[in-house]
């Protein structure tokens, strides 16, 4: 039975979650509807997802639809827990995005729509809660065209907008979006000007290019009513593409998803391009070699998963037994890359343990919850003993809070959230120290010289020595403790973009005394490199010196026009600078910059100079040189490579004398 990877996607609280219950009963894979108020929701499965009423966690159900076997995946709403989002993106086949009639487009929408349509996933839109009161109709068309995608086909109305029997109506269908239809068919234009257009011409081009994403089918419902919930589904099994792949080609998937069984097994959701996975298999996954052999595996059919001895290609699967799988990981070939389609966070907080939290078991807990999120970096100070986390917004802050209180017993705290600055190179700079030359107590030469790169390059590596000069694995020390070491830069940022060169190598090669064995203190091993590489690549910062950058989102803030005047101080004060400002009838647009750190601040308080009906969107930027205050210092985590006394005093390699 071919399968169709669903996404259900949506701003927090347009009705996502009730939807997906509304879908599984329709299809009869459930006799009673879930309530989110209730807890009783099938995907949010989690204590605290039931209890705050908002899915935290990406979740898979299965039901059949007209011989395809559709798996729903429900995502979060919430920007902060966008890495949710952006890790299931990469295997669907289809989505739907929904819409409240109520609050229309929101910020959160714009985001997700960019994505899919950059990403050219076909997507099919449903505007929920029509049976509510403040409900439209005609003004959320306008928002969706204006705001979201001109290329929209409604198919269908309402009768009885914003009350309890409100219900979808059958509409003229593809026929009243001849013109957006007609813009990517030819044969259709062609049709249209010799006055043949077809009913059947009309929704196979619907049907084409909603599987191409070049167009978005769309409809009105209700999924506490269940009103326009059936016309959804049988749009579903029409128009949205079944994944497809070779079940006997080479085994290829990627792991989207990993959690921990009852013993602390790591459990991962792999989506299979290519292929068939067999129990008892051993195969490679991972980009650095890693094998294992998967110990069980289950497929996910009619709301549940089901042990299976096999998965093929195009489903889904949770798989065990490959310890060390991470998400994002490919199985057997690589595929299709996993890449960020968001913005990493841009924020930081310390971990401060509560009365009885052992420090070390709320490190091991912090290392199971960044392994089940790969874009909250868990950073570790050892001589301080302290855990940070690297976080997109607050809420996500209350939500790791209360989960390590109420799955690892951990009572904890969190000092202030603080922005993650990078440092950029202001000019070049380089080093030496050489073999048997004070003071240099490692057998090892390495210099280095370090260049700005321009940003988004990354770190670049080049010889400017013979590459058989020395043992490769010399090289590879060097190199390595350079990425390394790269992570904190002067002021212990990370140093995200230049090119480091290999100016000078040198080494002593294995020496023995006579009639005796290999002499360790007489020949060159790779910890010479991996000691001596920070020291060198530190003085070549020092001499190229660095800025402190710091990250700065883009914003978009709709109010109304007469509260401009109220709210620019508002703005001024939280360092936000509005670069364009237009209006749009009574609504005011301003388009500019603020400072990630104050982004938290600005939508607290935004509701009063704009009498709560300000809308702000915002994103992640750039970064941008900081111009006040005193320079934001991170403290450092490896052995301080900028005090050498302290460094070699704390690197557990030798050192003479």
Known sequence: MPTLNLGILAHVDAGKTSLTERLLHSAGVIDRIGSVDDGSTRTDTLALERRRGITIKSAVVSFPLDGVS????????????????????????????????????QAQTRVLMRTLERLRIPTLLFVNKIDRGGARHEEVLREIAARLTPAVVPLGSVAGLGTRAARATPGPGPAAALDVLAEHDDALLTAYVEDAVTPALLHR????????????????????????????????????????????????????KVERGPAGERIAYVRMFSGTLRTRDRIPFGTDGAEGRVTGISVFARGTDTPADRVGAGQIARVTGLTGIRIGDPVGEAGTEYAHVFAPPTLETVVVPGPGAHRGALHLALTQLAEQDPLIGLRYDERRRESSLSLYGEVQKEVVQATLAEEYGLDVGFRETTPLCVERLTGTGQAVEFIDK??????????????????????????????????????????????????????GWRVPDCVVTLTHCGYWPRQSHAHQGFDKSMSSTGADFRGLTPLVLTEALRRAGTRVHEPVHRFRLEA??????????????????????????????????????????????????????????????????????????????????LNRKEYLLNVTRRVSG
């Open 70 to 105: 559709v798996n729903l995946i429900d995502t979060p709403g919430h920007p902060d827990f966008i890495a949710e989002v952006e890790r299931v993106l990469g295997v669907l086949d289809g989505a739907v995005l929904v819409i409240s009639a109520v609050e229309g487009v």
């Open 205 to 256: 081009s619907l049907t084409a290019q909603t599987r191409q994403a070049l167009v978005h089918p769309l409809w009105f419902g209700s999924a506490a009513t269940g009103a326009g919930v059936d016309a959804l589904l049988s749009g579903i099994g029409r128009l949205l593409p079944p994944g497809d792949g070779d079940g006997d080609g080479p085994l290829s998937g990627t792991v989207f």
């Open 438 to 491: 004070d003071p240099n107590p490692f057998l090892a030469t390495v210099g280095l010289r370090v260049e700005p790169a321009p940003a988004g390059s990354g770190v670049g590596f080049r010889l400017e020595v013979e590459l058989g000069s020395m043992p490769y694995a010399f090289f590879k020390a060097v190199e390595d403790t350079v990425r390394e070491t790269l992570e904190q830069g002067l002021h």
């Open 560 to 641: 109304p026009a007469d509260t401009l005047g109220a709210l620019l101080p508002v703005l001024t004060r939280l360092g936000a600078v509005p670069e364009t400002t237009h209006t749009r009838d009574d609504v005011c647009v301003l388009d500019g910059t603020v400072p990630a750190a104050r982004v938290h601040d600005l939508g607290q308080r935004l509701p009063a100079p704009t009498r709560g009906e300000g809308e702000l969107e915002s994103a992640f930027s750039h970064y941008a040189p900081v111009t006040h205050g005193a320079v934001p210092e991170r403290a450092r985590t490896d052995h301080n490579p």
